[in-house]
T-cell receptor, first 114, second 108 residues
Framework: EPEVTQTPSHQVTQMGQEVILRCVPISNHLYFYWYRQILGQKVEFLVSFYNNEISEKSEIFDDQFSVERPDGSNFTLKIRSTKLEDSAMYFC????????????FGQGTRLTVV | KNEVEQSPQNLTAQEGEFITINCSYSVGISALHWLQQHPGGGIVSLFMLSSGKKKHGRLIATINIQEKHSSLHITASHPRDSAVYICAVTFGNEKLTFGTGTRLTIIP
């Protein structure tokens, strides 16, 4: 069964450092998303990406964050100058069409900022 | 504001019991998703529905569009069903808006 893969599964970084979270969406999917879940809280939308550009972003997704699809398979989330409050589980998801079809999630990257 | 509410927040039941988890939302949606999150954190999609009822094994999901309400039922519950069950909706755009989740514990 096709799946979304994320690397690394766990990342520990020093406050102020830059991190790149990587995702390989399902190969024929066209819509890509990043979500995050702070420990004990609900999952929150960060950004959606389609046709090589951001289609929607939340108020969380400020200048500290950026996304990129550097080639035909990878989808990355970059967090510059990490803060303690960036510690969370980050999920990548992809879908064939937006919203109304099943979304496939990766297993998540647990980011710990120390 | 587009809200998704789930109840109960926590549910503990004996193995074999029939389980119901509820989800309500504030405005019209294009689709509702039921997701399962295991202790390791990974999220698995269980159902996507926009009307009626869907069944997969011991899991049943229903939605009432007029009442803006959905339920997830588990028949003959088993300890391996223990997880967090999350309701999420799309309000006509691409992104999912998540509920807070229901933590289900099934005791042998």
């Amino acid at each position: 069964e096709p799946e979304v893969t994320q690397t690394p599964s766990h990342q520990v970084t020093q406050m102020g450092q830059e991190v790149i979270l990587r995702c390989v969406p399902i190969s024929n999917h066209l819509y890509f998303y990043w979500y995050r879940q702070i420990l004990g809280q609900k999952v929150e939308f960060l950004v959606s990406f389609y046709n090589n550009e951001i289609s929607e972003k939340s108020e969380i997704f400020d200048d500290q964050f950026s996304v990129e699809r550097p080639d035909g398979s990878n989808f990355t989330l970059k967090i510059r100058s990490t803060k303690l409050e960036d510690s969370a589980m980050y999920f990548c998801a992809s879908s064939l069409v937006p919203g109304g079809t099943e979304a496939f999630f990766g297993q998540g990257t647990r980011l710990t900022v120390v | 504001k587009n809200e998704v509410e789930q109840s109960p927040q926590n549910l503990t039941a004996q193995e074999g019991e029939f389980i119901t988890i509820n989800c309500s939302y504030s405005v019209g949606i294009s689709a509702l998703h039921w997701l399962q999150q295991h202790p390791g954190g990974g999220i698995v999609s269980l159902f996507m529905l926009s009307s009626g009822k869907k069944k997969h094994g011991r899991l049943i999901a229903t939605i009432n569009i007029q009442e803006k309400h959905s339920s997830l039922h588990i028949t003959a519950s088993h300890p391996r069903d223990s997880a967090v069950y999350i309701c999420a909706v799309t309000f006509g755009n691409e992104k999912l808006t998540f509920g807070t989740g229901t933590r289900l514990t099934i005791i042998p």
